[in-house]
């Protein structure tokens, strides 16, 4: 088992180019969510997917879009990059209470 | 909604000796209190968790403790040593829903 893959590990954008995060987990897991990890701030909720075919914002959405491709896929996607969003990313799935996390994706916009 | 403060945000001790973590919530509902073990460059995993008809929990050398009407939880290391160190997230949430709410974090440093 993979668990939670994301891809890519590290990106720089510029200031409006846009991008997609992705992420997959191969656990059979129901939900899965994005985080934005800020140094002194934790991990922030952006979005999350209960189960297949639904998502919900968290704490931090604006400025981002989800999709729930498919049981194992949630893509994160950034439409126009800001410096504000200069952050690691991480994607996490569950079955329960207990939140498997991917590596994390280190996101510098310039 | 619910608020998770976590101290200290950084912590040095020797090695051998004990470190305690301390996190306090706001929401009498929350029910559910994981720990989070975060090594450098990895994402976060569970190490230790707590149910709320539990006043405490014991895993080797870690161990949680809860009390529910002072809402404060503490994650105890005995005997630490350097491969503990790393950033420890306490987290809140509520029965039904699998959402948390992390904490800020803890640096553990772990002096050999």
């Known amino acids: 088992n993979a668990g939670v893959t994301q891809t890519p590990k590290f990106q720089v954008l510029k200031t409006g180019q846009s991008m997609t995060l992705q992420c997959a987990q191969d656990m059979n897991h129901n939900s899965m969510y994005w985080y934005r990890q800020d140094p002194g701030m934790g991990l922030r909720l952006i979005y999350y997917?209960?189960?297949?075919?639904?998502?919900d914002k968290g704490e931090v959405p604006n400025g981002y879009n989800v999709s729930r491709l498919n049981k194992r896929e949630f893509s994160l996607r950034l439409e126009s990059a800001a410096p504000s969003q200069t952050s690691v990313y991480f994607c996490a799935s569950s079955a329960s209470v207990e939140q498997y996390f991917g590596p994390g994706t280190r996101l510098t916009v310039t | 909604g619910e608020n998770v403060e976590q101290h200290p945000s950084t912590l040095s001790v020797q090695e051998g000796d004990s470190a305690v973590i301390k996190c306090t919530y706001s929401?009498?509902?929350?029910?559910?209190f994981p720990w989070y073990k975060q090594e450098l460059g990895k994402g976060p995993q569970l190490i230790i968790d707590i149910r709320s008809n539990v006043g405490e929990k014991k895993d080797q050398r870690i161990a949680v403790t809860l009390n529910k009407t002072a809402k404060h939880f503490s994650l105890h290391i005995t005997e630490t040593q350097p491969e503990d160190s790393a950033v420890y997230f306490c987290?809140?949430?509520?029965?039904?829903?699998?959402?948390?709410?992390f904490g800020r974090g803890t640096s553990l440093i772990v002096h050999p």
């Open positions: 997917s209960a189960s297949e075919g639904t998502t």
């Open positions: 987290a809140a949430s509520r029965g039904g829903s699998y959402i948390p709410t």
């Open positions: 929401d009498s509902a929350s029910n559910y």
